[in-house]
């Protein structure tokens, strides 16, 4: 099995990148957030690999980070999720925002993946909350607080202050994110009020 490329890139396509490794080229399909971050062509570039073999087929899948090839597999473990659901859904989100997501019960923001309906969000938002927080990534110092938001038992100055940030037009997760920004400086004392004054000056930077 192939684990890691290193290489240069021979050439970009819509979904995938030519891997040039010592003269012998590998296609291998990426999520477009990856194509859009690997650089040019010419220019040399490491993906871990997840290898898929099928009795008619042989595909490499590439990933920047470990993190996301985790994802990746993690996503696949779901009902309706397959490899090519899952790249949709790395396109649309990183692996940070997809654990937000999944934490806040975000079912609207995992919808945005093409060819992710209400069903399949539902259940990724579902099968995968408790697994989430593993895969958390940048997001992980706030994920907690998130998860206790998404199951509706976070303290009432919490729930009250993403409430009104959102009433404000915020999405569900920059309310979420300014609220944990707000309550690590105010303290777990803070009321709502001030979770709301701190949480709209973090908004604002």
């Known amino acids: 099995m192939i684990g890691k490329l290193k290489g240069t890139i021979d050439e970009i396509g819509d979904d995938h990148v030519l891997v040039d490794v010592h003269g012998v080229c590998y296609e291998v ?25 099928r009795e008619d087929q ?13 994802w ?15 790249l949709a859904l790395l396109s649309t989100l990183a692996p940070s925002d997809l654990a937000n997501a999944i ?4 079912k609207a923001a995992i919808s945005r993946a093409p060819g992710v309906g209400p069903k399949v969000a539902l259940r990724i938002v579902t099968e995968l909350k408790n697994k989430a927080p593993a895969f958390a990534g940048e997001a992980a110092a706030s994920i907690g607080l998130k998860q206790e938001i998404g199951e509706g038992v976070a303290a009432a100055p919490v729930a009250d202050a993403v409430s009104a940030l959102t009433n404000l037009g915020y999405s569900r ?33």
């Not at 042989?58 to 985790?70: A, D, N, T, W």
């Open 29 to 53: 399909f990426c999520a477009s957030r990856t194509l859009s971050r690997i650089g040019s062509a010419g220019e040399a570039v490491v993906l871990f690999i997840e290898t898929y073999v």
């Open 58 to 70: 042989l595909k490499l899948f590439g990933f920047m980070s470990r993190l996301e090839r985790e």
């Open 72 to 86: 990746f597999l993690l996503l696949q473990s779901v009902q309706g999720v397959g490899a090519k659901v899952a």
């Open 103 to 106: 934490a806040l019960q975000d």
């Open 173 to 205: 997760e920059q309310a979420a994110n300014a609220v944990a920004a707000a309550l690590k400086n105010a303290g777990e004392d803070a009321d709502s009020a001030k979770l709301i004054r701190l949480g709209l000056k973090e908004l604002s930077r």
